[in-house]
C-alpha cells in the first residue's frame, strides 16, 4: 500500500476490505506513524461527532413534527 488513505480507513472500519486488503492495511497501521495517526484522528473525530450529537438522538421528536410526517403519509 503507497499511501493510507482516509478513503482506506472508511473502508477498514467498515468491513469493506477483502482480506489481503485488511491485512496490507493493518501492516501499515503497525509500521507506518502517518497511517497509525490518520486512523487515530478518524476515531477521535467519531468520537467527538457521538459526544455531539448522541444526545440529541436521545431526544424526543416533537410532536408538531411527528403530526407533519402523519400527514405526509396519509
Known amino acids: ?16 476490505l477483502d482480506d489481503a486488503e485488511r491485512q496490507e492495511l493493518e501492516h501499515a497501521l503497525a509500521t507506518d506513524a502517518e497511517a497509525k495517526a490518520l486512523l487515530a484522528l478518524h476515531r477521535q473525530h467519531v468520537e467527538e461527532l457521538h459526544r455531539l ?3 440529541i438522538l436521545e431526544e424526543d421528536v416533537p410532536s408538531r413534527m411527528l403530526d407533519l410526517l402523519r400527514k405526509r403519509s396519509n
Not at 1 to 16: C, E, F, P, Q, S
Open 1 to 16: 500500500m503507497k499511501r493510507v488513505t482516509m478513503d482506506h480507513i472508511n473502508a477498514y472500519l467498515d468491513g469493506a
Open 53 to 55: 450529537y448522541d444526545p
